[in-house]
């Protein structure tokens, strides 16, 4: 199980930290990502980290201000959102997947939590 929290109302350029509990499982054995969906349009690829933390893959569009980390003991992954901007608004998910490389693809993801609404305001 997965649960997201930490999202909100924002002004632009504001800063937010979301973060995804995990529960079940060995948390370790999972690589994680971040996605996101906003109102009309297809989910989105934000980031993905590998098991141990030490490599991430990040999409264009939040690269340089988005930044992912992963605390295994707490079984959490974190995604510290800097610079925030309105086009950034839209309900962000942690997925997992028990796998040895992590992936961009949604489709590659069995385990999602139910999203946080992030909302950045002008």
């Known amino acids: 199980q997965l649960v997201e929290s930490g999202g909100g109302l924002v002004q632009a350029g504001d800063s937010l930290r979301l973060s995804c509990a995990a529960s079940g499982g060995v948390f370790a054995w999972y690589v994680m990502g971040w996605f996101r969906q906003a109102p009309g349009q297809n989910r989105e690829f934000l980031v993905a980290?590998?098991?141990?933390?030490?490599?991430?893959d990040y999409a264009d569009s939040v690269k340089g201000r988005f930044t992912i980390s992963r605390d295994n003991a707490k079984h959490t992954v974190y995604l510290q959102m800097n610079n925030l901007k309105p086009e950034d608004t839209a309900v962000y998910y942690c997925a997992a997947e028990q796998a040895l490389m992590f992936s961009t693809s949604q489709d590659d993801y069995t385990f999602w939590g139910q999203g946080t609404q992030v909302t950045v305001s002008s």
């Open positions: 980290i590998s098991r141990n933390g030490e490599n991430a």
